[in-house]
């Protein structure tokens, strides 16, 4: 425990990122530009300031636990392949544990290293875009930036850590009192995410200044791109909310360390308690994950539509609400907890009404798409991909608001299909859609597009066959979380379908990976507006100069006025008139 | 013009075929699991009404947008953009008023189907049903009895009062098709009214430890006949038992769950088995060997983590146990039956 905490905050001192906060505590003077001597992929492995380079370090560590996350979810999504343990057996001993130990341990991690993964990739998207986006040169605070960064490295390696020191059996909610017998991992479990919390916290104070302090000039609240409306709703939310997982996490560490007893019914504690606490952050955490999503949605198809976002303050607005209505509807995780009885009914009035605001972004898309000129280029396949996934998800919801439907559904394969299409849909597909679209705004090349489609066309359909198969087993009887299940429910043949689908969508991972790292240096020559986009960061050359743009930008009309003519979002203020720049 | 009668009618045509789609596979009226229970009546009522909401939803989504897809592409070589349309407020709040009323419709029959679920019936038999890693123990006050299977007779409430005596766990018997978790240090409650006699099982649904897998034990929904000669023949057993060591042993071993992680044909559990246990070398994961005696069993009953047998999970999944040294004798007495 100790040796954690020491390990996280003797790396972030080595590291180097603290060093100008060190010296300006000392009063000495720090120059802005101490980067320009490295060269390629070393600033990478540095501590940059760049907002564009710290993106980049968020998405490349978040691409890295996708894929340790991923290889776990094979490993046991193998073993489940069939009936009876095959290869996870009690007579296994690896890292001190037992099959079904392993298994609980695997599964329990690949859920957190997803949503760390997920909080870093968001964390990417918003880093390299928001200030692009705004015209902005940075962040408001980039040692503060580069920060945040650097404790999630600690923090992923704390969190991997606890496989390999007697692991957790809890899943990823960490529900006490099993979570307070559980062995040391757990300790470790609980000490990654209380640290990459901090992150998140730091991350999303910094988004929020900025976005709220550095626009361009002429940048009205509605003349906003429609990503930073999002960007600034998941930020309140993370700002607001994280505290209260690694409050609850912190209580349980507590617990186990001293012995204290919240969450100890025989020392007069509550176990439900816990899971107040945890959801109140965990339920908005998914919308901490999928507004950025939805705003990458909504960022992206207005360009491959040709037309402007239909009710583009609708749009904005609904991102709020949906931040707001998700701060009241955590208990609709907890209807069969043993929770206060009448509760149920106001959390289940609240939690359908979610697919309000949810609904009008739908909506708006499609009245997007109606009439327009599509092409579908690998970006906006993802961005089609990410609306239909997550639709599913949506569908999926409604059946688990209403109580008593739920009472069936709660802990099976139901609820583990319905959250793979939320998060698919809300963050990964668009995360792809980012990575597609503003790669060559960071390379000066683009990913190949052959490559591109193969890996949507052969991880959608998987992911189709995955999800309706989860849901489908689910129904049937399949609990979540089980290492092994009854042959008498006749779910074999469904499961090794979906094991078969799985490795087809960690395939296309694999495959998307490849494309990116080998069009870093071999993808063709891509350095002008490609994707013949209005937004102010594609009309300057890729890619892009470090402090973005060379003179400041002034805001002359509406984000997505396609098939206006003569009617440009941006234009840059010439240094006569502009007066004296910022820098 | 044109495009909105089509698509219209593509609306509607999908919508049918998508829920005829979900009736075909079994799924809009949730016919598997077969349905056991009185509350699963209403619920797969209420399941199927959202399926055919669903159904339409999905129509209105994805029709369009294929159909924009499709009639709407870029075709090679044009580099016009599309129709400059910037939003339309009625349209908006339509599809924001809408689906406030749908939700409040829903939010109605869901809270009315919770209303028939938990449907108190004053005549109710009571239960008590004790959960712990990893087996469920069901107690029959009124007749003293102990079982590790749950009989329950159809057509009448029963009333399970739950609790756990160490994580949670939730009790869901899928056929019945309500669930509900199981707290140390609290009662909740299970109501539930069997209408179809069968053998079923309850799965515990909330992850508990290892063998959260395995922790499973038989229902059996039985006519009324049934239950009564069930009833009585438990109380001969019991009062049987009660006449001999082993037997008071065997109560013992029922009344604490042991056979949830020790199981008496050879098979693996969680634990090591009880079949020929006594009297049995066994390794430890020291390296050592030891003969399972008197002094042993006393020993990891009092103290699991004193002797681990080689190959199994360390520390002990077993919560050290308070026994008189009579009744330690007693269950002794009854594992040297275990041949």
Known sequence: MLGALFGAVSFLVGCGVTDDWIKWARGIDTSDHHEEHWHGWEKFLNVSFDHKVIGIQYTLIALLLLGVGGTFAMIFRTELAASQLQFLTTDLNLFGQTGPQLFNTLMSLHGMIMIVSILLGISGIINYAVPLLIGAADMSFPRLNAFSYWISVPAAITLVSSLFLGGFDTGWTGYPPLSARAPVGMQMFFMGVFIAGWSSILGALNVIVTALRMRAKGMTAMKMPIFVWASIATSIISMTATQFIGLAFQLVMFQRLFGMGFFDPAKGGNPVLFQHLFWFYSHPAVYVFILPGLGVISELLPVFVRKPLFGYRWVAMSSFGIALVGFVVWAHHMFTSGMNEYLRVPFMYSTLLVSVPTGVKFFSWVATMWKGRISTPTPMLFVLGGIVVFFMGGLSGPPHATVSTDLHLHDTYFVVGHFHDTIFGGFVFPFFAAIYYWFPKATGRRMNEFWGKVHFWLMTPSFFILTFGMMYVGLLGMRRRIADYDPALGLDSAHLILTIAGFAIFTSVIIFGINLFYSIKHGEKAEGNIWNSRSPEWQVPSPMAAHNYSKPLEVIGEPYDYGLKDAPYTRFIEPASAGKSKH | ?339
């Open chain 2, 1 to 339: 013009m044109q495009h909105f009668v089509v698509v219209g009618i593509l609306v509607i045509l999908t919508t049918v075929l998508t829920y005829l789609g979900l009736d075909v596979a079994g799924l809009a009226k949730h016919q598997h699991p077969v349905s056991a229970s009185l509350q699963s009546i209403s619920i797969d009522q209420l399941w199927n009404w959202e399926m055919m909401v669903i159904s339409f939803l999905f129509s209105l989504i994805i029709v369009p947008m294929l159909y924009s897809l499709i009639v709407f592409r870029q075709k090679k070589g044009e580099l016009e953009d599309g129709e400059h349309m910037e939003g339309n407020a009625t349209l908006e709040v339509v599809w924001t008023v809408v689906p406030i009323f749908l939700v409040v419709i829903f939010a109605y029959l869901g809270g009315k189907s919770l209303g028939d679920v938990r449907r108190v019936d004053p005549q109710a038999v009571t239960i008590f049903v004790k959960a712990q890693q990893f087996t469920w123990t069901f107690e029959y006050p009124e007749y003293g009895i102990i079982s590790s299977e749950l009989h329950i007779p159809v057509n009448k409430q029963v009333v399970l009062k739950m609790t756990s005596a160490d994580v949670i766990h939730s009790f869901w018997v899928p056929e019945f098709r309500i669930k509900q978790d199981v707290v140390p240090g609290r009662y909740t409650e299970y109501r539930v009214t069997p209408i179809l006699v069968g053998d079923y099982k309850v799965r515990c649904a909330e992850l508990c430890g290892t063998s959260h897998s395995y922790m499973e034990n038989a229902v059996i929904v039985d006519t009324q006949e049934d239950y009564d000669t069930w009833i009585a023949e438990q109380v001969e057993i019991a009062k049987l038992a009660s006449l001999t060591p082993e037997g008071q042993g065997q109560l013992l071993v029922a009344r604490n769950g042991c056979t949830g992680c020790h199981s008496l044909n050879g098979t693996r559990l969680t634990g090591p088995t009880w079949l020929n246990i006594y009297g049995r070398e066994e390794e430890m994961n020291d390296g050592s060997k030891i003969v399972i005696d008197d002094a042993y069993i006393a020993e990891s009953i009092l103290d699991p983590n004193a002797h681990i047998v080689a190959t199994y999970a360390s520390p002990s999944q077993m919560p050290a146990f308070v026994f008189t040294d009579e009744e330690i004798a007693n269950i002794i007495a009854y594992l040297k039956t275990l041949k």
